[in-house]
Every structure is written in C-alpha cells, then in structure tokens.
C-alpha cells in the first residue's frame, strides 16, 4: 500500500480532488467560499500536472540546482507532502466555508505560487519566459487577487485575518518543504545556499 501511494501520489491527489469537484456539483447550493475552493482545486490539479508531467520538469531543475539525482520513484514520492498540504488547504474550507478565513491559506498560496514561478524562471536563467507549471501558477495569482478583491469589497475578513491566512500558508509550506527535502536526503538548511549559488552563475 505504501508503494502504492509513493508511486501514484499524484494520481490519487487527482483522483480525490476531482471527487470533491463531484461532490459540490452534486450538493449544487454552495457558499460563496466553497464555489471559491473548488475553482482553487481545479486549478491546483492543472499545476501539479503542468508543473510534474505536461510539460514537467520543475522537480529536475531544483535537483539540478541542488546538485542531486532524482529517479523516477523519488519524482513521484516527493508528491506526497505537496498533495497533503493541497487537500488539507482545500477540504478545510470546503467544509468550514461559515468561516472564510479558512480559505485564506490556499488563496495565498495560489498568490505566491505565481511570484515563485516567475523567479523561478529568473534563477534559472530560462531561454524562454515559462518554467514548467507557470501558466497555472499565474491563473491562481489572478484569481487570488479576484478573491482578495472580493473579500475586501464586501466586508468578509479583516486585515488581521489576512494575516493569520498568509502566516498558516507560509509556516505550512515551509514544513512541507523540510518534509520534501527529506524524503530526498537534502538538508533544508542548505537550499537557500543553492539558490544563492545559482544565482551567481552567468
């Protein structure tokens, strides 16, 4: 079973989120925020497969710049921890949606997902200007701003709710990113010493 789940990762991550897309067709009434997660898991499907199979690539450039090998088997495990923080981001507010704070972590990550694309591109020096799960990544920046807009036009969260949103995503993401490290053998610590590194390359 565990082999299972290290292998199809982001298969069953698909798999469970095209569940819950079925899920709020069929319930059909949805809260404004449980329209917004679903678009959010839409999307976020569309970049793990843009950014992991079609084109792919992203996870060999950050090997690359880390200066490890990756195997097929590692590719497809490292997509455990991101599909965790995914599901968690997006049933909490599916469920939860009379509290649309809850909603706020995922909708900052979509924010940040499109800064981090386009750096990515900048770090490494790509020939052209895409890396791989970009065009998904800039959807969800639009679409976070569309629902900041929202939110703030209509009274729906505070500015210190914003940023209680923005601290659970950040904080988070970090653990998922020591948890991905790991189950490659890197420590965490020295990534950031790779991307000074690769910056100072020509």
């Given at each position: 079973m565990v082999k299972f789940i290290k292998t199809y990762a982001l298969e069953i991550f698909t798999v469970i989120s095209m569940a819950m897309l079925l899920v709020g067709g069929?319930?059909?009434?949805l809260s404004v925020v449980q329209k917004f997660t679903l678009v959010y898991i839409f999307l976020f499907v569309l970049h793990e497969w843009e950014e992991m199979k079609y084109p792919g690539g992203f996870a060999d450039s950050i090997?690359?710049?880390l200066g490890i090998k990756l195997n097929n088997d590692m590719k497809r495990a490292s997509r455990i921890p991101t599909s965790i923080l995914l599901l968690?981001?997006?049933?909490?507010?599916f469920v939860?949606?009379?509290y649309p704070i809850t909603i706020l972590p995922i909708a900052w990550l979509g924010l940040f997902e499109g800064?981090?694309?386009i750096f990515t591109i900048r770090l490494f020096k790509y020939p052209?200007?895409?890396s791989p799960g970009f065009v998904t990544a800039e959807i969800q920046a639009v679409f976070t701003i569309?629902?900041?807009t929202y939110f703030v036009r209509n009274d729906i969260v505070s500015c210190g709710e914003f940023l209680i949103g923005?601290?659970?995503?950040?904080?988070c993401f970090v653990i998922m990113q020591k948890s991905l490290t790991a189950m490659i053998g890197y420590k965490y610590s020295n990534v950031f010493k790779a991307i000074k590194k690769q910056f100072a390359k020509k």
């Open positions: 069929l319930i059909g009434d090997a690359k710049m968690t981001f997006t049933i909490t507010p939860l949606h009379e800064f981090v694309h052209r200007f895409y569309f629902v900041f923005f601290m659970v995503m950040f904080v």
